[in-house]
Protein backbone atom coordinates (compact mmCIF):
# COMPACT_ATOMS: atom_id res chain seq x y z
CA UNK A 1 0.00 0.00 0.00
CA UNK A 2 1.45 3.64 -0.81
CA UNK A 3 0.94 6.75 0.79
CA UNK A 4 0.76 10.03 -0.92
CA UNK A 5 1.64 12.58 1.01
CA UNK A 6 1.14 15.69 -1.26
CA UNK A 7 -1.36 16.08 -3.94
CA UNK A 8 -4.21 19.14 -5.21
CA UNK A 9 -7.50 17.71 -5.64
CA UNK A 10 -9.49 20.56 -6.71
CA UNK A 11 -9.18 20.75 -10.11
CA UNK A 12 -11.01 16.66 -10.26
CA UNK A 13 -13.37 18.28 -7.53
CA UNK A 14 -14.52 21.05 -9.83
CA UNK A 15 -14.98 18.87 -12.92
CA UNK A 16 -17.16 16.34 -10.63
CA UNK A 17 -14.20 13.75 -11.43
CA UNK A 18 -13.08 12.60 -7.89
CA UNK A 19 -14.77 9.93 -7.76
CA UNK A 20 -13.29 8.05 -10.33
CA UNK A 21 -9.69 9.60 -9.42
CA UNK A 22 -10.05 8.12 -5.74
CA UNK A 23 -11.27 4.95 -7.12
CA UNK A 24 -8.33 4.44 -9.48
CA UNK A 25 -6.04 5.27 -6.39
CA UNK A 26 -7.47 2.77 -4.43
CA UNK A 27 -7.16 0.13 -7.25
CA UNK A 28 -3.57 1.21 -7.76
CA UNK A 29 -2.90 0.21 -3.57
CA UNK A 30 -3.03 4.10 -2.75
CA UNK A 31 -4.32 3.90 0.44
CA UNK A 32 -4.48 7.82 1.69
CA UNK A 33 -4.06 11.48 -0.19
CA UNK A 34 -2.98 14.61 1.77
CA UNK A 35 -4.94 17.14 -0.70
CA UNK A 36 -2.75 20.38 -0.06
CA UNK A 37 -4.45 23.58 0.52
CA UNK A 38 -2.77 27.00 -1.26
CA UNK A 39 -5.42 29.52 -0.61
CA UNK A 40 -8.55 29.85 0.78
CA UNK A 41 -10.22 29.30 -2.77
CA UNK A 42 -9.28 25.66 -1.81
CA UNK A 43 -9.43 25.28 1.73
CA UNK A 44 -12.94 25.18 2.39
CA UNK A 45 -13.73 22.42 -0.09
CA UNK A 46 -10.94 20.54 1.24
CA UNK A 47 -12.72 20.44 4.80
CA UNK A 48 -15.72 19.55 3.51
CA UNK A 49 -14.01 16.79 1.14
CA UNK A 50 -12.61 14.51 4.41
CA UNK A 51 -15.87 14.41 5.69
CA UNK A 52 -17.18 12.70 2.55
CA UNK A 53 -14.07 10.45 1.70
CA UNK A 54 -12.82 10.27 5.81
CA UNK A 55 -10.97 6.90 4.75
CA UNK A 56 -8.94 8.18 1.71
CA UNK A 57 -8.30 11.60 2.41
CA UNK A 58 -6.71 13.83 4.84
CA UNK A 59 -6.18 17.76 4.26
CA UNK A 60 -4.22 20.52 4.61
CA UNK A 61 -4.53 24.48 4.73
CA UNK A 62 -2.20 27.43 3.83
CA UNK A 63 -0.94 29.93 1.96
CA UNK A 64 0.59 28.95 -1.15
CA UNK A 65 3.92 31.80 -1.25
CA UNK A 66 2.75 32.35 -5.11
CA UNK A 67 -0.87 33.61 -3.63
CA UNK A 68 0.64 36.03 -1.44
CA UNK A 69 -0.21 39.86 -1.84
CA UNK A 70 -0.91 42.94 -0.36
CA UNK A 71 -3.59 41.36 1.51
CA UNK A 72 -2.37 37.90 3.00
CA UNK A 73 -2.77 38.93 6.48
CA UNK A 74 -6.52 39.33 5.73
CA UNK A 75 -5.98 35.65 3.95
CA UNK A 76 -4.93 34.60 6.51
CA UNK A 77 -7.30 36.10 9.69
CA UNK A 78 -9.71 32.70 8.77
CA UNK A 79 -7.09 29.90 8.65
CA UNK A 80 -6.92 28.85 12.79
CA UNK A 81 -10.48 28.24 12.60
CA UNK A 82 -10.27 25.11 10.77
CA UNK A 83 -8.28 23.17 13.17
CA UNK A 84 -11.63 24.06 15.67
CA UNK A 85 -13.38 22.36 12.89
CA UNK A 86 -14.52 18.46 13.25
CA UNK A 87 -11.97 16.96 10.90
CA UNK A 88 -8.84 19.52 11.38
CA UNK A 89 -6.28 20.06 9.06
CA UNK A 90 -3.78 17.36 9.46
CA UNK A 91 -0.96 20.37 8.48
CA UNK A 92 -0.25 23.36 7.72
CA UNK A 93 0.88 24.14 4.39
CA UNK A 94 1.91 24.46 1.53
CA UNK A 95 3.75 27.72 2.79
CA UNK A 96 7.27 29.12 1.87
CA UNK A 97 9.06 30.93 -0.83
CA UNK A 98 8.99 31.05 -4.20
CA UNK A 99 11.42 33.23 -6.28
CA UNK A 100 10.77 31.41 -9.39
CA UNK A 101 8.87 33.71 -11.43
CA UNK A 102 9.56 37.91 -9.52
CA UNK A 103 8.87 40.92 -11.41
CA UNK A 104 11.57 42.21 -13.66
CA UNK A 105 11.11 45.34 -11.75
CA UNK A 106 13.42 45.54 -8.81
CA UNK A 107 11.05 47.48 -6.31
CA UNK A 108 8.44 45.27 -7.18
CA UNK A 109 10.38 42.18 -6.87
CA UNK A 110 11.16 43.29 -3.30
CA UNK A 111 7.78 44.02 -2.48
CA UNK A 112 6.67 40.48 -3.66
CA UNK A 113 9.29 38.82 -1.94
CA UNK A 114 9.33 40.94 1.59
CA UNK A 115 4.89 40.15 1.61
CA UNK A 116 6.16 36.26 0.91
CA UNK A 117 8.51 36.08 3.91
CA UNK A 118 6.09 38.08 6.61
CA UNK A 119 3.55 35.59 5.18
CA UNK A 120 5.83 32.73 5.87
CA UNK A 121 7.23 34.40 8.98
CA UNK A 122 3.53 34.35 10.62
CA UNK A 123 2.20 31.22 9.47
CA UNK A 124 5.29 29.51 10.88
CA UNK A 125 4.19 31.40 14.35
CA UNK A 126 0.77 30.06 13.71
CA UNK A 127 1.96 26.20 13.27
CA UNK A 128 4.27 26.75 15.96
CA UNK A 129 1.31 28.00 18.26
CA UNK A 130 -0.64 24.87 17.27
CA UNK A 131 2.33 22.46 17.55
CA UNK A 132 1.34 21.10 14.01
CA UNK A 133 3.54 19.74 10.62
CA UNK A 134 4.51 22.84 7.71
CA UNK A 135 4.87 21.75 4.26
CA UNK A 136 7.36 23.71 2.78
CA UNK A 137 7.37 24.97 -0.77
CA UNK A 138 10.75 25.94 -1.64
CA UNK A 139 11.55 27.37 -5.65
CA UNK A 140 14.82 28.79 -5.57
CA UNK A 141 14.65 29.77 -2.16
CA UNK A 142 16.63 27.22 -0.33
CA UNK A 143 18.49 28.94 1.94
CA UNK A 144 16.52 31.99 2.80
CA UNK A 145 13.73 29.41 3.36
CA UNK A 146 15.98 27.48 5.75
CA UNK A 147 17.05 30.66 7.95
CA UNK A 148 13.45 31.69 8.17
CA UNK A 149 12.56 28.45 9.51
CA UNK A 150 15.48 28.32 12.14
CA UNK A 151 14.74 31.69 13.07
CA UNK A 152 11.35 30.14 14.01
CA UNK A 153 10.05 28.48 17.04
CA UNK A 154 8.61 25.27 14.71
CA UNK A 155 10.70 21.85 15.63
CA UNK A 156 11.98 20.67 12.40
CA UNK A 157 10.49 16.96 13.08
CA UNK A 158 7.61 18.84 12.00
CA UNK A 159 8.82 20.43 8.79
CA UNK A 160 8.62 18.60 5.55
CA UNK A 161 10.60 20.55 1.94
CA UNK A 162 7.99 19.10 -0.52
CA UNK A 163 8.86 18.67 -4.49
CA UNK A 164 12.47 18.35 -3.17
CA UNK A 165 14.95 19.44 -6.39
CA UNK A 166 17.73 20.46 -4.61
CA UNK A 167 20.83 18.24 -4.21
CA UNK A 168 22.95 16.18 -2.10
CA UNK A 169 23.91 18.98 -0.03
CA UNK A 170 20.79 20.57 0.47
CA UNK A 171 19.60 17.23 1.72
CA UNK A 172 22.57 16.95 4.23
CA UNK A 173 21.43 20.34 5.70
CA UNK A 174 17.57 18.70 6.28
CA UNK A 175 19.26 16.11 7.96
CA UNK A 176 21.38 17.32 9.99
CA UNK A 177 18.29 19.53 11.40
CA UNK A 178 16.19 16.20 11.59
CA UNK A 179 13.53 17.58 8.70
CA UNK A 180 11.96 15.46 6.47
CA UNK A 181 11.81 15.36 2.30
CA UNK A 182 9.31 14.40 -0.33
CA UNK A 183 10.32 13.61 -3.76
CA UNK A 184 8.20 13.59 -6.81
CA UNK A 185 7.42 12.44 -10.05
CA UNK A 186 10.71 14.44 -11.77
CA UNK A 187 12.44 11.80 -9.62
CA UNK A 188 11.92 9.25 -12.66
CA UNK A 189 12.69 11.79 -15.16
CA UNK A 190 16.37 10.81 -17.21
CA UNK A 191 18.09 14.05 -16.20
CA UNK A 192 17.70 14.13 -13.03
CA UNK A 193 20.24 12.06 -11.45
CA UNK A 194 21.55 14.71 -9.03
CA UNK A 195 17.75 14.13 -7.32
CA UNK A 196 18.25 10.02 -7.54
CA UNK A 197 21.54 11.23 -5.91
CA UNK A 198 19.85 13.17 -3.16
CA UNK A 199 17.12 10.40 -2.95
CA UNK A 200 20.32 7.82 -1.84
CA UNK A 201 21.74 10.69 0.81
CA UNK A 202 18.24 11.52 2.50
CA UNK A 203 17.42 9.50 6.01
CA UNK A 204 15.17 6.77 4.88
CA UNK A 205 12.50 7.54 7.99
CA UNK A 206 12.35 11.10 7.23
CA UNK A 207 11.42 10.38 3.79
CA UNK A 208 7.99 10.81 1.52
CA UNK A 209 6.53 10.54 -1.58
CA UNK A 210 4.18 12.59 -3.51
CA UNK A 211 2.60 13.23 -7.16
CA UNK A 212 1.99 16.77 -6.47
CA UNK A 213 -1.46 16.16 -8.96
CA UNK A 214 -2.15 17.09 -11.40
CA UNK A 215 1.14 17.98 -11.99
CA UNK A 216 4.97 16.49 -12.56
CA UNK A 217 3.09 13.06 -13.81
CA UNK A 218 6.46 10.32 -13.89
CA UNK A 219 7.37 8.35 -16.00
CA UNK A 220 5.93 6.44 -17.94
CA UNK A 221 2.49 9.28 -17.67
CA UNK A 222 5.01 11.90 -18.37
CA UNK A 223 2.73 14.30 -20.34
CA UNK A 224 -0.66 13.52 -18.74
CA UNK A 225 -2.18 15.04 -16.33
CA UNK A 226 -1.07 13.60 -13.21
CA UNK A 227 -3.33 11.43 -10.51
CA UNK A 228 -2.97 10.00 -7.03
CA UNK A 229 -3.05 6.17 -9.20
CA UNK A 230 0.83 6.72 -10.27
CA UNK A 231 2.38 7.47 -6.98
CA UNK A 232 3.46 3.53 -7.43
CA UNK A 233 5.46 4.35 -10.98
CA UNK A 234 7.12 7.23 -8.45
CA UNK A 235 7.57 4.13 -5.97
CA UNK A 236 9.01 2.00 -8.35
CA UNK A 237 11.63 3.81 -9.29
CA UNK A 238 12.85 5.16 -5.62
CA UNK A 239 12.46 1.73 -4.39
CA UNK A 240 15.04 0.79 -7.32
CA UNK A 241 16.97 4.02 -6.88
CA UNK A 242 17.36 2.31 -3.24
CA UNK A 243 18.31 -1.07 -3.78
CA UNK A 244 15.13 -1.93 -1.64
CA UNK A 245 12.45 -4.29 -2.03
CA UNK A 246 9.52 -2.67 -3.35
CA UNK A 247 6.90 -4.02 -0.97
CA UNK A 248 9.48 -3.10 2.09
CA UNK A 249 9.85 0.55 0.59
CA UNK A 250 5.63 0.88 -0.16
CA UNK A 251 5.43 -0.30 4.11
CA UNK A 252 8.25 2.58 5.24
CA UNK A 253 6.82 5.09 3.31
CA UNK A 254 2.98 4.40 4.86
CA UNK A 255 4.51 4.25 8.04
CA UNK A 256 7.02 7.66 7.25
CA UNK A 257 4.24 9.57 6.30
CA UNK A 258 1.47 8.00 8.79
CA UNK A 259 3.55 9.46 11.70
CA UNK A 260 4.55 12.87 10.21
CA UNK A 261 0.85 13.60 9.60
CA UNK A 262 -0.09 11.55 12.66
CA UNK A 263 -3.38 10.01 10.44
CA UNK A 264 -5.74 7.35 10.94
CA UNK A 265 -5.21 4.22 8.25
CA UNK A 266 -8.34 1.99 7.42
CA UNK A 267 -6.33 -1.08 6.26
CA UNK A 268 -9.30 -2.51 5.13
CA UNK A 269 -9.54 -0.37 2.03
Known amino acids: MWFDSHCHLKIFSDREDLENVISRATDSR ?28 EYTVGLHPSYVGSTWENELRTL ?5 MNRAPVALGEIGLDFFRLPEDKRLAKEVVDFQKEAFRKQLEIASVLKIPVIIHSRNAFRDCVNIIDES ?12 SESTKEIMEIN ?14 KANEHLREALR ?10 TDSPYLSPIPKRGKENEPSYLPFLGSVAAATLGLNEQDFAKQIL ?11 NTKH
Not at 80 to 84: A, F, L, S
Not at 153 to 164: A, G, I, L, Y
Not at 255 to 265: G, I, K, P, V
Open 30 to 57: VLKMITVGTSPKDWKLYANLVEKYSDQI
Open 80 to 84: CDYWG
Open 153 to 164: DVDWNKVVFHCF
Open 176 to 189: HRSGWVSFTGILTY
Open 201 to 210: ATNLDRLMLE
Open 255 to 265: ENSTAFYDCHL
